[in-house]
């Protein structure tokens, strides 16, 4: 079985981003000044932020691999015709002051009243559909007393984005029990099977009362597998076998998609396996940025195009790896406070127009930004501020970008997210 820090050097970076949801991330050298003022020149005039030297050598490898990334996806040839200007509601964002992983803190009243604020500042920024990721089980009865609590929570947040013109797309995994992210114990399913009817229980709730119009039933194989201890959610056959019998358990679901996938750092291959499950559309998730990265992304792209089915990418952000860290749970929440620094929104300005130029050759239906505050307010780096513990930093970005939402204003990073 893959541990966390497995997963997390083959890409993923949702544990991290998870922190940002319970309380809700120098060189000016010659080489890396030049790749940063790759893209946008507006984006490298307006933001003139040095990079501190001890993150010089990050720096420049994120940006060597972002450069990969760009170059293969502006020669990749256009696999549907979407002409400019690029449609701002291709680009949407995870609606973190409503993640599953708050547990408790999702039916404190003043809740909805921060996911109001959340939603009305998306909603100016031009953002076109919300992710709300509803972490198993949560919704099922058997396993929470307080399921239907749950339940109405989420049907009330998906009403509220709904009035608002929002697209809704729901994503389910495992709770991260045990970890600092959310304290619960419950025992999971030893079965790729059982897995399966548990998803589909929970997957039957949330279409009956959340109504949205995407479910993504799995999208990183590797994260499930590790979170719920079943290997087998990590091999081919088992993630065929787990799709297969979730969509089957689903059974009817009205005008709600259905999407699985293997995120960007798996192989296409395991696209193409899916595409052949009774799935209604493919999903990605983008993480992180090098060639490889976006070669199977083209090839994810072309998988969908061949088989007549949708291609969504419910989360993507530019990740920043630490390589002093020591790994696991620790190393992302690091992680998560060094991507809050304003010296990196120049490189994740130029990610999210990569991505969306990438979108837009592909007919992609849309992308969903993960680290959604950084669209308002990214915090400057000083040396105090660089020492004080990850947690604070966190909780720093939370309120910069809570002032900046009341404020009106956004990032540069947040209007590349919608196309601008």
Same mark, same amino acid.
């Given at each position: 079985?893959?541990?966390?820090?497995?997963v #997390?050097?083959?890409?993923?970076?949702? %544990?991290?981003?998870?922190?940002?949801?319970?309380?809700?991330l120098?060189s000016a050298?010659?080489?890396?000044a030049a790749?940063?003022?790759q893209?946008?020149?507006? +984006?490298?005039?307006?933001?003139d932020?040095? @990079?501190?030297?001890?993150y010089a050598?990050?720096?420049a490898?994120v940006?060597?691999?972002?450069?990969?990334?760009?170059s293969?996806?502006?020669h990749?040839a256009?696999?549907h015709?979407r002409?400019p200007?690029i449609?701002?509601?291709?680009?949407w964002?995870e609606?973190? $002051?409503?993640?599953?992983?708050r547990?408790?803190? &999702?039916?404190?009243p003043s809740?909805?009243a921060?996911?109001?604020?959340?939603?009305r500042?998306?909603?100016?920024l031009g $953002?076109?559909?919300?992710v709300?990721?509803?972490?198993?089980?949560l919704l099922v009865?058997?396993y929470?007393?307080?399921a239907a609590?749950y339940?109405d929570?989420y049907?009330?947040?998906a009403r509220?984005?709904?009035?608002?013109g929002?697209?809704v797309? @729901?994503e389910?995994?495992?709770?991260?029990?045990?970890?600092?992210?959310?304290?619960?114990?419950?025992?999971?399913?030893d079965?790729v099977? %059982?897995?399966?009817?548990l998803?589909a229980e929970?997957?039957r709730? =949330?279409i009956n009362r959340?109504h949205?119009?995407? &479910?993504?039933? #799995?999208?990183?194989?590797d994260t499930e597998a590790?979170?719920?201890?079943i290997t087998?959610?990590?091999?081919?056959s088992? &993630?065929?076998s787990f799709v297969?019998a979730?969509?089957?358990?689903v059974?009817?679901?009205?005008?709600?998609?259905?999407?699985a996938?293997a995120?960007?750092?798996?192989?296409s291959?395991?696209?193409q396996?899916?595409?052949?499950?009774p799935?209604?559309?493919? @999903?990605t998730? #983008?993480y992180p +940025?090098?060639?490889?990265? %976006?070669?199977?992304? $083209?090839r994810?792209?072309?998988i969908?195009?061949?088989?007549?089915?949708?291609l969504v990418a419910d989360?993507?952000?530019?990740?920043?790896?630490?390589?002093?860290?020591?790994g696991?749970v620790?190393? /992302? /929440?690091q992680?998560g406070?060094?991507?809050?620094?304003?010296?990196w929104?120049?490189?994740? =300005?130029?990610?999210?127009?990569? !991505?969306?130029?990438?979108?837009?050759k592909?007919? $992609? @239906?849309?992308?969903?930004?993960?680290? /959604?505050? &950084?669209?308002?307010?990214y !915090?400057?780096w000083t040396?105090?501020?660089?020492s004080?513990?990850a947690?604070?930093q !966190?909780a720093? /970005?939370?309120r910069?970008?809570?002032?900046a939402?009341?404020?009106?204003?956004?990032?540069?990073t947040?209007r590349?997210? #919608?196309?601008?």
């Open positions: 079985m893959r541990n966390l820090r497995t #997390i050097a083959r890409g993923w970076t949702a %544990a991290g981003s998870l922190l940002c949801a319970a309380v809700l120098a050298g010659p080489v890396s790749l940063r003022a893209g946008s020149s507006a +984006a490298a005039a307006s933001v932020v040095p @990079v501190p030297p001890q050598a990050l720096d490898r940006a060597a691999g972002l450069g990969a990334l760009s293969t996806i502006a990749m256009p696999l015709r002409g200007p449609s701002k509601n291709l680009g964002a609606l973190l $002051v409503a993640n599953g992983n547990q408790g803190a &999702l039916l404190d809740t909805m921060s996911v109001d604020v959340n939603l500042a998306l909603k100016r $953002v076109g559909g919300v709300l990721g509803i972490k198993l089980p009865a058997s929470q007393p307080r609590d339940a929570f049907a009330t947040v509220h984005a709904r009035a608002l929002f697209g797309d @729901v389910l995994s495992a709770m991260f029990c045990g970890t600092i992210y959310a304290q619960c114990s419950y025992q999971y399913p079965s099977s %059982a897995w399966a009817e998803t929970q997957a709730t =949330v959340v949205p119009g995407w &479910l993504d039933l #799995i999208s990183e194989p590790t979170l719920t201890g087998a959610l990590d091999t081919k088992g &993630l065929v297969t979730a969509v089957h358990d059974g009817r679901h009205g005008s709600t998609k259905l999407v996938g995120a960007s750092w798996y192989g291959d395991w696209d396996a899916l595409a052949a499950t799935i209604d559309a493919l @999903v998730h #983008i +940025a090098t060639a490889g990265t %976006a070669a199977n992304l $083209v994810t792209a072309q969908a195009k061949r088989a007549g089915k949708p989360e993507m952000w530019l990740y920043k790896a630490v390589p002093t860290l020591s696991g620790a190393a /992302s /929440s992680e406070a060094l991507a809050t620094y304003s010296f929104e120049p490189l994740d =300005v130029r990610f999210v127009r990569a !991505v969306r130029q990438w979108a837009t592909a007919g $992609v @239906v849309f992308v969903s930004g993960f680290w /959604s505050q &950084l669209a308002f307010a !915090v400057t040396a105090p501020a660089g004080r513990p947690a604070q !966190v720093a /970005s939370a910069a970008a809570g002032q939402m009341v404020a009106g204003t956004s990032t540069l947040g590349a997210l #919608i196309g601008r």
